[in-house]
């Protein structure tokens, strides 16, 4: 079945009670049992929902995996991952992995005596060296964000293939629709189901999703244990924004190719970071390992402080400025100010996040629009 067919059925069967074609939201606690333990499968809410449950069906079919978990946010998700750590336990990653993970594995993990390693994930030979037999986890996004650097999944699982680590990848930026990274070797795969799964920017949500039983069993029991759990009425939102995830992301794409190539050509810009770019580092490896090239688009000033790159944030009418990502409006966001401000300036400098480094998140609109709207701010 293509993605474009899953999108509309996977995980969604008509309600047993009534055939109501779309799945209902549950809004219960409990379920009344037959006798003590005879119940139909459903127990309490935090264990069991059957609104979660479609949805985490229809996330598990469209990356290709055999099972997903729901959570109340990506860094709830992300936090039942780090849980699976012990003391001594060792977790590499990037150097520009989302500001909220990085401060999620540095001041909580690693007060529990988690060892972490930031380091560039396409220096083959570097993450050779940097696994050990404490190594646990693997964790990085592709595209990144936000230089939307290329990371190799296959590469990087072949690398890792023979150590006691399993390798996560944070699929936010790309969606499923974009890049499958079971698929391609990697053990589980994360997001930040806020973005483009739920796409309306109306719902906080986390998702994961495996094929292996046993890792699926860790995690369905720190899901339970912890309750980081959505509730019913985000699952329902983010099953009705995933029927449109398909075009979506299509139209959202399409802009975003024209928003960079338009940039690329701008007088007062120094780089455009747009793996659908052919001068784009990442370009070959993305055209592999992608299906498009996703509706993230970074780009910095020749003059490169914060107060240029302050004018074109105040002065865009369409795109709004705000954190987050992936929704159908555009938006404009300063990393260095806004989602990576808890990453110490020396190290965001090494990542590339310079002072006047603008992060656009291209929704839906008319592109025409959206070329007028910053070709305005850059004047
Ligand atoms: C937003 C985001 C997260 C965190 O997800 P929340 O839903 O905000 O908790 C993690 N990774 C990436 C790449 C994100 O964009």
Redesign the pocket.
């Known amino acids: 079945m293509k993605f474009e067919t899953k999108v509309i059925h996977a995980g969604v069967e008509p309600d047993p009670t009534t055939g109501a074609i779309m799945t209902p939201i549950y809004q219960t606690s409990t379920y009344v049992q037959d006798a003590p333990g005879r119940h139909k499968g459903y127990e309490y809410g935090r264990t069991q929902n059957p609104t979660r449950t479609a949805l985490e069906e229809s996330l598990a079919t469209l990356e290709g995996g055999n099972h997903g978990l729901a959570f109340a946010?990506?860094?709830?998700a992300?936090d039942a991952v780090l849980k699976l750590l012990s003391p001594g336990d060792e977790i590499i990653s990037t150097t520009d992995v989302?500001g909220?993970?990085y401060r999620l594995i540095v001041k909580q993990y690693e007060q529990y005596g988690i060892k972490a390693h930031f380091i560039d994930l396409r220096d083959r030979q570097l993450l050779r060296d940097t696994i050990n037999e404490r190594t646990r986890i693997v964790w990085f996004?592709t595209p990144t964000?936000p230089m939307l650097k290329i990371l190799d999944i296959k590469q990087i699982c072949q690398a890792v293939k023979n150590s006691n680590a399993i390798v996560c990848v944070?699929n936010?930026?790309a969606s499923p629709h974009l890049q499958r990274p079971l698929e391609l070797g990697a053990d589980l795969v994360m997001h930040?189901?806020?973005?483009y799964i739920a796409g309306h920017s109306d719902v906080?949500?986390?998702a994961l999703i495996c094929r292996d039983p046993e890792l699926e069993e860790r995690l369905r029991f720190i899901q339970n244990a912890s309750g980081a759990v959505p509730g019913p009425m985000d699952c329902f939102l983010a099953l009705r924004g995933i029927k449109t995830l398909a075009v979506r992301m299509d139209r959202a794409c399409k802009n975003a190719h024209r928003i960079a190539d338009l940039l690329n050509k701008h007088k007062k810009i120094a780089e455009v970071f747009y793996p659908g770019l052919e001068s784009s580092e990442g370009h070959t490896l993305a055209t592999k390992q992608m299906e498009q090239y996703g509706a993230m688009v970074s780009f910095t000033l020749k003059e490169d402080n914060k107060r240029a790159a302050n004018k074109i944030l105040k002065k865009t009418r369409l795109f709004s400025l705000a954190e987050?990502?992936g929704g159908v409006e555009s938006l404009i966001g300063h990393p260095a100010s806004m989602t990576h401000a808890s990453i110490p300036k020396a190290k965001r400098a090494k990542a590339g996040i310079s002072d006047s480094l603008i992060r656009l998140s291209i929704g839906i609109e008319h592109v025409d629009d959206l070329c007028a709207d910053l070709l305005n701010a850059l004047k």
């Open positions: 946010s990506g860094m709830a992300m989302y909220g993970s996004e964000n944070d936010t930026f930040s189901a806020t973005k906080i949500m986390g987050s990502l």
